[in-house]
C-alpha cells in the first residue's frame, strides 16, 4: 500500500540499493533519487569508511533498512547481540520500516549465510511468527517480511508458500515487502502460477515491492541481481501494483553492477507499470 | 486458506529438518563418495524432486552456492595469504578451515577471527611456509579490524597539563594492531595490491578481474623483527613500521602501564642518553597524536 502502519505512514517512491562501487558517484554529484535501501549488516560495525559513507548519504536522503542474516524462520530465538547491534544502527538511520527475508539460515550459531526455503508447516508458522514478533517489539519500527526465491521444496510443507506467508503475517502483524522477481523466479522452479501468489498477497500489509534480475539457466532459475529486470518479472510487477497500488519499489543490483545511473535508468522504468500511468517520486 | 494437515511422523520437526540441511549445505562439495551418499540420503528424506531436478540436485544448488559464497568472502580477506601458498594450497587450506569452523558472526567479515589460531593447529596446510603465511594472516587480520574497527574520541593534549606521567594512562584507538612479525608482510601486500591495480587497468572486466589467479608472492625472513601498528586515517587503513621502542612504549600502554612505565619499558635495553630519549618519545607522540591513536 502507498502508506500504511507497515511502512510507518510514508510515501517513498522508487528506490535503488546502496552498493559500494556508487559511493563516490553519489556523494559527489548528488543525484536526484527518492530513497536508497541499504544491507543492515554491511553498516553493524563499530567505525570506519562504512558508518562514514552513511552519514554523509542520510545528510541528503531517505534510507530504509534491508537485512539479509535475521533469519525469523530459524527454530530458535533471534540473537540478541544482533537485535542490539541492528535496533542501534535504526537509531542512526530513522529508518521508517525495516525488513528481512522470510527465511531461516543458521542452526546452533553456524551460519549458512545463505537464505534458505522454509517448510510450509505450522510448527515452522509459529516460529516465525513469534521470531518476528519479537524482532518487532525489541526494534520498536514496523518490520516487513520479504518472500525469498527458492530452489527447494520440502516434503514435509502442508500448504503452499503464499498460505504460508498470509499465516505468518497475520500471526506476526507485520508487513509485507513483497519481491515479485523471487516470486517468479520460485514459480518457475517450482511449477506454479506466480499470478496466483500475487492474487492472494494481503494487500493492506504489502510496505514495499522488490524488483530485480535473474538468471535462467537450462532446469532451473537463479535470483542472480546481475541482470535488468526482464519482462515477466516487469509484468508481474504491473499485476502486483494493479492490486496494492502504487508502493515504494526498490530495484535490487548486487553483481556485475553498472554504473550508478544504469541502475537508476532501470529502477524508474518501474513507472511505466505502475496504475493508473502515476508516476512514483524518483 | 490452508487447514492443518495430520503431521508425517516420518517428517522431521524444524530444527532438526533445519540440522540435516544445514549440515548438507555446508558439506564440503568433493568431500567423497559418503559426504555425497550421506547428502543424497537428506535429498531424498526432505526435499521434493520436480520435473527437471532431483531432491539431491535441488539440495547441491544451496551446497554449491554456500561455498561459492562463503570461499569468495574469503578469498577477498586473505589475497596475501592466496599469493603466499597459491591457489592449489589455498583453497584446500580454505576449505579445511571453514569446514572446521565455519562462519559464526552474522557478518562474513568475522570469517577469518580464527584463521591464525587454526592454522598454528594445523601447521601442515601452510608447510613450508608455515611462519611467513601466519605473519600475513596476522596482518590481513588486523587490516579488517582498522578497516571498520571502533574509533574513540582522539586524546585532547589541554587535559593532560598538570598531571603527572606516574599517574598518566593513556588508551591506544582500538582499530590499531601493533604486530611484531618476522617477514616483511607490509612490502609483500604492497606488491600484492600493485600487482592487482595493474591487473584491473589491463581489463575493464570486472568479472575477469575477479577471477584471474592470484600472482605468487614470498618474503624473505627479515634479519630483525619487524614491528608493525596497523591502524586507519581518514578511513583508508596504512601499515606503519614502528621502532622497537616505539613498538614497546605503546604496547605497555596498550597492557594499561602509566606513561612514565611504558618509557622505562620501551628504553629499559637502550643505551641512549635519556634527553635523546626524551626528544626521541616527544617526536613519536606528537606522530601518534597527528594520527590520532591516542585516546583517553
Known amino acids: ?282 | 486458506m490452508a487447514k492443518p494437515l495430520p503431521l508425517n511422523s516420518e517428517q522431521p520437526n524444524l530444527a532438526e529438518l533445519q540440522r540435516l540441511i544445514a549440515n548438507s549445505v555446508m558439506r564440503p562439495l568433493a568431500s567423497g563418495d559418503r559426504s555425497h551418499r550421506a547428502n543424497a540420503e537428506v535429498a531424498a528424506q526432505l526435499i521434493k524432486p520436480n520435473d527437471r531436478l532431483d531432491s539431491f540436485e535441488r539440495l547441491q544448488l544451496y551446497n554449491q552456492q554456500y561455498w561459492w559464497r562463503i570461499l569468495g568472502s574469503f578469498r577477498e580477506d586473505f589475497r596475501g595469504l592466496r599469493a603466499v601458498l597459491g591457489e592449489r594450497k589455498f583453497e584446500r587450506l580454505a576449505v579445511a578451515y571453514l569446514e572446521a569452523c565455519g562462519s559464526s558472526s552474522w557478518s562474513l567479515r568475522d570469517l577469518g577471527r580464527g584463521l591464525e589460531g587454526f592454522l598454528r593447529e594445523h601447521p601442515e596446510l601452510i608447510a613450508p611456509h608455515g611462519a611467513l603465511a601466519i605473519d600475513v594472516v596476522r596482518v590481513e587480520w588486523a587490516r579488517i579490524i582498522a578497516f571498520d574497527g571502533p574509533e574513540k574520541p582522539p586524546l585532547d593534549a589541554t587535559k593532560l597539563t598538570g598531571v603527572a606521567p606516574e599517574h598518566l594512562r593513556l588508551e591506544l584507538q582500538p582499530h590499531l594492531t601493533l604486530l611484531e612479525v618476522a617477514h616483511p608482510v607490509d612490502k609483500l601486500l604492497g606488491r600484492l595490491r600493485l600487482a592487482h591495480s595493474e591487473a584491473n587497468t589491463a581489463s575493464n572486466a570486472v568479472a575477469a578481474s575477479q577471477s584471474r589467479r592470484a600472482p605468487r608472492l614470498g618474503a624473505k625472513l627479515s634479519p630483525r623483527p619487524i614491528h608493525l601498528a596497523v591502524h586507519r586515517v581518514d578511513f583508508a587503513v596504512y601499515y606503519k613500521r614502528l621502532d622497537p621502542e616505539a613498538y614497546r612504549l605503546l604496547s605497555a600502554l596498550r597492557a594499561g602501564a602509566s606513561l612514565a612505565d611504558a618509557c622505562q619499558t620501551a628504553f629499559a635495553d637502550s643505551n641512549a642518553p635519556s634527553e635523546t630519549a626524551a626528544a626521541t618519545i616527544q617526536q613519536w607522540f606528537a606522530t601518534w597524536m597527528r594520527f590520532g591513536w591516542l585516546t583517553n
Open chain 1, 1 to 282: 500500500m502507498p502508506a500504511s502502519r507497515f511502512n510507518a505512514f510514508t510515501d517513498h517512491g522508487i528506490g535503488i540499493g546502496l552498493r559500494v562501487p556508487h559511493y563516490q558517484h553519489i556523494l559527489e554529484k548528488k543525484p536526484v533519487v527518492d530513497w536508497f535501501e541499504i544491507i543492515s549488516e554491511n553498516y553493524m560495525v563499530e567505525g570506519g569508511r562504512p558508518l562514514h559513507v552513511l552519514d554523509r548519504i542520510l545528510e541528503q536522503y531517505r534510507v530504509v533498512q534491508h537485512g539479509v542474516s535475521m533469519y525469523f524462520g530459524n527454530a530458535e530465538r533471534p540473537n540478541r547481540d544482533h537485535l542490539q547491534k541492528l535496533k542501534a544502527l535504526t537509531r542512526r538511520t530513522e529508518t521508517p520500516w525495516i525488513s528481512d527475508h522470510l527465511c531461516w539460515g543458521s542452526v546452533d550459531g553456524r551460519f549458512t549465510h545463505d537464505l534458505l526455503p522454509m517448510p510450509y508447516t505450522w510448527e515452522a508458522v509459529e516460529w516465525t511468527a513469534r521470531n518476528i514478533r519479537e524482532v518487532q517489539d525489541h526494534l520498536e519500527r514496523p518490520v516487513a517480511v520479504e518472500n525469498v526465491s527458492s530452489y527447494a521444496e520440502f516434503h514435509a510443507s502442508e500448504m503452499t508458500e503464499w498460505e504460508f506467508l498470509c499465516e505468518v503475517v497475520e500471526r506476526a502483524d507485520c508487513g509485507i515487502l513483497l519481491d515479485v522477481n523471487n516470486i517468479y523466479v520460485s514459480a518457475k522452479n517450482h511449477g506454479f502460477d506466480p499470478v496466483v501468489y500475487v492474487d492472494h498477497v494481503p494487500v493492506e500489509r504489502v510496505a514495499q515491492i522488490h524488483i530485480a534480475g535473474h538468471t535462467n539457466y537450462e532446469r532451473y532459475i537463479l535470483d542472480t541481481h546481475d541482470h535488468p529486470v526482464l519482462d515477466p518479472v516487469w509484468n508481474l510487477y504491473a499485476h502486483a501494483t494493479g492490486r496494492i497500488g502504487r508502493t515504494a519499489t526498490l530495484l535490487e543490483w548486487d553483481d556485475r553492477i553498472p554504473s550508478f545511473d544504469e541502475v537508476h535508468r532501470e529502477a524508474l522504468k518501474a513507472n511505466r507499470f505502475l496504475p493508473n500511468g502515476k508516476a512514483l517520486a524518483a
